[in-house]
């Protein structure tokens, strides 16, 4: 069961330990997501809290979200995501969760949308160590051979390729909270978080125990 809020990227900076050492940190800055959706067993088939984060105007969203969010009634919102709290008796539709929802010291997970980075080869992609250059081989960063030719005469799924690289969904686990700033919406994130500047994060708590 984990429960977190939604926030977005700002970029990354240095602070210091209380011994001087330099501490890379990633400021997110998280105004509070608002619940707006209880979801149930009865009515949905599972149990979530769905928050939503980024004001918007009507215009800016879809006829069936505005249906969504008239009914809770608190405004349209950019981004939406789920949460699974140990118990949704805890919150209520319309309720507000901001950064002070963490402190420092707690170790979470952060998801979001890894960088784009546009079509790439096997060697970029997947770290292939390629061909020689030498001799006229004719051979450099080709994937070579990808399946045999009568049997099963196929390629593999999942064979590694070139293709898009990033712009994926990844998650970065184990992550310390370096200092929460509620005033300003601000928490600080030990370590890289995925994605680039701007970019929409889920701030959860941590499926792993620490050790």
């Known amino acids: 069961m984990m429960m977190g809020i939604i926030g977005r990227k700002l970029g990354m900076t240095q602070t210091f ?6 501490v890379p940190v990633t400021v997110i800055e998280a105004e509070p997501s608002l ?5 149930t067993k009865e009515a949905d088939g599972y149990e979530a809290l769905q928050l939503g ?6 215009n800016r969203v ?33 309720q507000e969760i901001g ?28 770290g292939f160590r390629g061909g020689r250059k030498t001799h006229g081989s004719m051979f450099h960063r080709a ?6 030719s009568a049997e099963p005469s196929r390629v593999f799924k999942g064979q590694k390729l070139p293709g898009h690289m990033g712009d994926e969904r990844t998650t970065v686990q184990g992550l310390l909270v370096w200092a929460v700033d509620p005033d ?28």
């Open 17 to 22: 330990s209380e011994d001087g050492a330099t």
């Open 35 to 39: 619940v707006t959706q209880k979801k």
């Open 53 to 58: 984060y980024g004001r918007v105007g009507q």
């Open 62 to 94: 879809t006829k069936p979200l505005q249906g969504h969010f008239k009914k809770s009634d608190k405004g349209c919102f950019r981004m939406l995501a789920e949460f699974t709290p140990e118990s949704l008796d805890n919150y209520e539709v319309g």
């Open 99 to 126: 950064v002070g929802f963490f402190k420092p010291g707690d170790i979470v997970d952060i998801v979001g949308t890894s960088k784009g980075k546009g079509f790439a080869g096997v060697i970029k992609r997947h």
């Open 143 to 148: 994937p070579g051979s990808i399946g045999a």
């Open 184 to 211: 300003r919406n601000l928490l600080l994130v030990k370590g890289a978080v995925p994605g680039s500047k701007k970019g929409y994060l889920m701030v959860k708590q941590t499926i792993k125990k620490a050790r």
